[in-house]
């Protein structure tokens, strides 16, 4: 299986960006996706994940302003974001996986939002 990420990028704080992230390869279903990030000398962290079935989860820090969605018939999924702050500034990574095994992840794309 590979994942291949897009849509990072450079935005002011406020601003909006949507990332994607497709799936490829032998792709077992049902799985979940999700969106991680890691900011410099911080552990990598859960954004948010979706179920194959639509079941949302998100960070607290997230809710409100982020959105994750998927396309089933694509393998992929999207996170949009919206009112951007410095702190959200890191790389941001996909996954696919099903129940508790490790799945597998991307390749990261940076995330920058300037105050």
């Known amino acids: 299986v590979q994942l291949q990420a897009s849509g990072g990028g450079l935005v002011q704080a406020g601003g909006s960006l949507r990332l994607s992230c497709a799936a490829s390869g032998s792709i077992f279903s049902p799985n979940t996706m999700g969106w991680y990030r890691q900011a410099p000398g911080m552990q990598r962290e859960l954004v948010a994940s979706?179920?194959?079935?639509?079941?949302?989860n998100y960070a607290d820090s997230v809710k409100g302003r982020f959105t994750i969605s998927r396309d089933n018939a694509k393998n992929t999924v999207y996170l949009q974001m919206s009112s951007l702050k410095p702190e959200d500034t890191a790389v941001y990574y996909c996954r696919i996986w099903r129940f508790t095994a490790p799945g597998y992840w991307g390749q990261g794309t940076q995330v920058t939002v300037s105050s």
């Open positions: 979706i179920t194959y079935s639509g079941n949302t």
